[in-house]
């Protein structure tokens, strides 16, 4: 109210998913619906929306695929791919949290990898000096020890992390986990773990990276790293993916559209296509003939 806006532009309604957000999606009042959250969550409001045929735009979750090419500045493409995964303690939708890289550079690039996730620092995020803050919840800590098990379970290794740090009795921390060992069809290679875990996978050539980046039910965000951006660009064309980085990470503009293929999400935000998602297309027809005679098509129905 103290603002520039209309009074009723903006309306803040507080309640939960299941009482509020159902009656929003159900609501042949509500026009158009944009969610952004959990895959699971985004088909349940298709499903409501589908009742009153509303426009909805989802922007779901993601296991973005980071490809570094054999030719990539490794200095670049390893701290990009830590800072690709763990920013936010991987709590964001389109992280990079499946690393591929070729079977020549693999124990180069992990090493690397595994030195630097060592020094980054895990505490209090309101002191800057802290690379690592914890996760939202216990349950979503206990959720992500989990898949870090199931991934062990499944033959993966632990390169780095995979536990709960020492002297921090106050917050859900988990260290920063390199996975090794791992195959695209693992459960942690495929689902959304939404936490500071990421794995490490082979690949032959670029067709069969791509092959595994494009191999997912999400398609979010992702990343290209090389010294010959052509080459890099060649490849990001071929990833069934909404976003893209070559040679960076998680940087986004509000003139570039930003969404999702595949259960990643339906629609765009930002860009001209992100303010389209709130329009609806109208055509309206102006006679200039303003003479009956003239229009001979009528003959279709009265004859000539």
């Avoid at 969550?41 to 509303?54: C, D, E, M, Y």
């Avoid at 570039?256 to 329009?279: D, H, M, N, W």
Wanted: glycine share 12%.
């Amino acid at each position: 109210d103290e603002s520039d806006l209309p009074k009723g532009v903006v309306n803040v309604i507080h309640g939960s998913g299941a009482e509020c957000g159902e009656e929003i999606c159900t609501s042949p009042q509500v026009d158009k619906v944009a969610f952004t959250g959990s895959t699971e969550v985004g088909r349940r409001i298709q499903q409501l929306a589908a009742s009153t045929i509303k426009k909805v735009t989802l922007e779901l979750g993601g296991k973005s695929a980071n490809i570094i090419l054999d030719d990539a500045d490794l200095d670049m493409a390893i701290d990009g791919s830590l800072f690709g995964c763990f920013f936010h303690q991987g709590q964001a939708c389109e992280s990079g949290t499946r690393l591929f890289v070729s079977e020549a550079k693999h124990d180069e690039i992990v090493a690397r990898l595994v030195e630097r996730t060592k020094t980054l620092t895990i505490g209090d995020p309101l002191d800057f000096n802290n690379a690592q803050g914890p996760l939202i919840s216990a349950r979503q800590r206990e959720t992500v020890l989990g898949y870090i098990k199931s991934g062990i379970d499944e033959g993966a290794k632990v390169a780095v992390g995979g536990k709960r740090p020492e002297g921090l009795a106050k917050g859900y921390y988990v260290e920063p986990t390199i996975l090794t060992n791992v195959k695209n069809n693992m459960k942690v290679a495929q689902e959304e773990i939404f936490g500071p875990v990421l794995v490490v996978i082979k690949y032959k050539n670029i067709d069969d990276a791509i092959k595994m980046a494009n191999d997912s039910i999400y398609g979010l965000g992702g990343a290209v790293w090389s010294k010959d951006k052509e080459k890099a660009m060649v490849v990001a064309k071929q990833m069934r993916t909404g976003t893209v980085w070559i040679n960076d990470y998680h940087l986004l503009s509000v003139a570039a559209p930003f969404g999702g293929y595949k259960q990643s999400g339906v629609g765009r935000e930002f860009g001209l296509e992100g303010i389209l998602e709130y329009t609806e297309m109208k055509h309206i027809h102006v006679d200039q003939v303003d003479n009956r005679p003239a229009k001979f098509w009528y003959g279709a129905l009265f004859g000539a």
